[in-house]
């Protein structure tokens, strides 16, 4: 059984910062490729950013490169979302995701690759 719990959320100003973290349980966590997804109120969950279970490697969304980081601490089962600049159309649910396949050479995007997740933390931005 795998765990995943989120922290960090909370109410921001516009262009503040706030850091996540995930912390997971249950299995090797050093083994999976780890995401971050969002979902706003009335859209569709979207992709945020994946980092990957051996060099470290990272992908983003668009909307969020160069304002957010994503890491991993192996030694502590922990990944991380800094945030940066934040917007209000950052304004979501932030949900932490872990990769259903061990050691996956290539970091994906797709909701459907993740089949562990964390209950969210809600993030608001105000204008």
């Known amino acids: 059984q795998v765990q995943l719990v989120e922290s960090g959320g909370g109410l921001v100003q516009a262009g503040g910062s706030l850091r996540l973290s995930c912390a997971a349980s249950g299995r090797t966590f050093s083994n999976y490729n780890m995401a971050w997804f969002r979902q706003a109120p009335g859209k569709e969950r979207e992709f945020v950013a994946a980092?990957?279970?051996?060099?470290?490697?990272?992908y983003y969304a668009d909307s969020v490169k160069g304002r957010f980081i994503i890491s991993r601490d192996n030694a502590k089962s922990t990944v991380y979302l800094q945030m940066n600049s934040l917007k209000p159309e950052d304004t979501a649910v932030y949900y932490c995701?872990?990769?259903?396949?061990?050691?996956?050479?290539?970091?994906?995007?797709?909701?459907?690759?993740?089949?562990?997740w964390g209950q969210g933390t809600q993030v608001t931005v105000s204008s």
């Open positions: 995701a872990a990769d259903g396949v061990p050691r996956q050479p290539v970091l994906t995007t797709t909701r459907w690759t993740y089949i562990y």
């Open positions: 980092v990957g279970w051996s060099t470290g490697s990272t």
